[in-house]
């Protein structure tokens, strides 16, 4: 099996001065995980060693630099899924994990529950030996302005980088034909403490299934889990489900931006397309098919991603 990989940073306005950086954290996540891959190592290393490049990133809303809660504090999601045992490890409200998706595989891999938040989480990351952080060291210094901003005036997108969207993820497929899926946010800007988006939860956010593909989802949380959009996305990859090109010009209003292409992106731009039918909401996501072709699709202004391309080359856009 041929390995391959696709990682995303969001799909939201992206300024014009943010381009940049999201387009290199993408490259960096990308050389990262293919660094693992090319040498045939694992998927799940794979996604893990992106998403933490992309956790780390201040530009995207995940790990350091996640947008902060009503009381200005960070409140981290994460989820990784194995698509051989579609047994996932998410965990979410963490307030003290530099990077959420290595507790995600921590939980994946150590824990007999799949899915742990809050303080009961953190208690978790230090029995498996895993250092916690001041939640201050999650803070980024424009999170911390466009908090005051927002807090002291009304909650604007023009306060804020994102504002509800730039969660990041990965998919990943190694050289023996194992598959996974990640996914990590900080979430919504001044969400309500305890707010939990579809980016932890298993089917919306996230899905793989080894049979069908892997996907890992960006945008309006809520909406996102109103349609299971990452399970919606991986069962029209299977078998039986293949879709033809539709122009997107049929799309009207809502037409989503993709490339013309295999299954793959035919999927991904019908899976956008319903949430945006469906919830009339914006988002994204990236996948990669079982066989590790991959589609992409948003119907924001913008989305960071990249993979690598049959070739062996490296693909980003934002």
């Known amino acids: ?46 996604v893990e060693a992106a998403i933490v490049v992309l ?23 994460a989820i990784v899924m194995n698509g051989d045992t579609l047994r996932a490890g998410a965990v979410a409200g963490l307030q003290r994990v530099r990077n959420p998706i290595r507790l995600a595989r921590a939980v994946l891999e150590r824990c007999p529950h799949m899915m742990l938040v809050a303080e009961g989480a953190e208690r978790f990351a230090k029995d498996v030996g895993m250092a916690l952080c001041d939640p201050d060291e999650l803070v980024s210094d424009a999170e911390r302005e466009a908090w005051r901003v ?12 994102g504002h509800e969207q730039g969660t990041v993820g990965a998919v990943a497929l190694d050289a023996k034909g194992k598959l996974f899926a990640a996914t990590s946010t900080g979430g919504t800007c001044c969400k309500l403490p305890g707010r939990v988006g579809d980016s932890p939860l298993i089917g919306c ?50 037409a989503v931006h993709s490339c013309a292409g295999d299954t793959a992106m035919h999927v991904a731009r019908e899976a956008v397309h319903l949430l945006a039918k469906r919830t009339h909401a914006t988002g994204g996501l990236i996948l990669l098919d079982c066989e590790g072709n991959p589609g992409f699709a948003f119907n924001t202004p913008r989305m960071a991603y990249g993979y690598i391309a049959a070739d062996g080359s490296t693909f980003t856009a934002v």
């Not at 950086?21 to 040498?39: T, V, Y």
């Not at 956790?55 to 409140?75: C, Q």
């Not at 909406?223 to 122009?247: E, H, Q, W, Y």
């Open 205 to 254: 956010g996230c899905y793989a299934d080894a049979s069908a593909g892997g996907v890992s989802c960006t945008g309006y949380g809520e909406a996102i889990m109103k349609i299971v959009m990452a399970k919606t996305a991986v069962d029209l990859l299977r078998p039986g489900n293949a879709l033809f090109c539709v122009s997107d010009s049929s799309r009207g209003p809502s």
């Open 55 to 77: 956790e780390d990133e201040p530009v995207f809303d995940a790990g350091f630099g996640s947008h902060l809660n009503l009381d200005g504090r960070v409140e981290c999601d």
């Open 150 to 161: 927002c807090s002291q005036d009304k909650h604007a997108a023009a306060h804020h980088r």
């Open 1 to 46: 099996m041929k390995p391959s990989l696709i990682v995303h940073g969001g799909a939201w306005d992206i300024p014009d001065e943010a381009i940049p950086a999201c387009d290199s954290g993408c490259r960096d996540a990308l050389a990262a995980g293919w660094s693992i891959l090319s040498r045939g190592g694992s998927a799940l290393d794979a």
